[in-house]
């Protein structure tokens, strides 16, 4: 993704109906499904959240439209972590 234009923006609602605005990271593939990591653009207090580090959503597809919804297991959830994690820090070094 070109970041030519400055970074992309998403909301999601969350299952308490807070909207959260996300700034987009990166995306990858893993065993065939598609992932995206974002940081929360707005943080109040890193303190009282401490969920408000990378979150990761992955792509899923119901009634022909593509929607992001969050992992089914720890065990996912952990494996993409660390894909996203060498993936960031292996940029960064370049």
Not at 28 to 39: I, K, P, S, T, V
């Amino acid at each position: 993704m070109s970041e030519d234009f400055g970074p992309t923006f998403i909301t999601v609602t969350d299952e308490d109906g807070k909207e959260i605005v996300l700034e987009f990271v990166d995306a990858l593939e893993y065993n065939g499904q598609m992932y995206h990591a974002f940081f929360p653009a707005e943080v109040e207090d890193e303190e009282e959240d401490p969920d408000s580090g990378l979150v990761i959503l992955k792509t899923v597809h119901e009634n022909g439209e593509e929607l992001l919804s969050t992992l089914d297991s720890d065990e996912e959830l952990e494996a993409v972590y660390e894909l996203f994690m060498e993936t960031l820090f292996n940029d960064d070094e370049e």
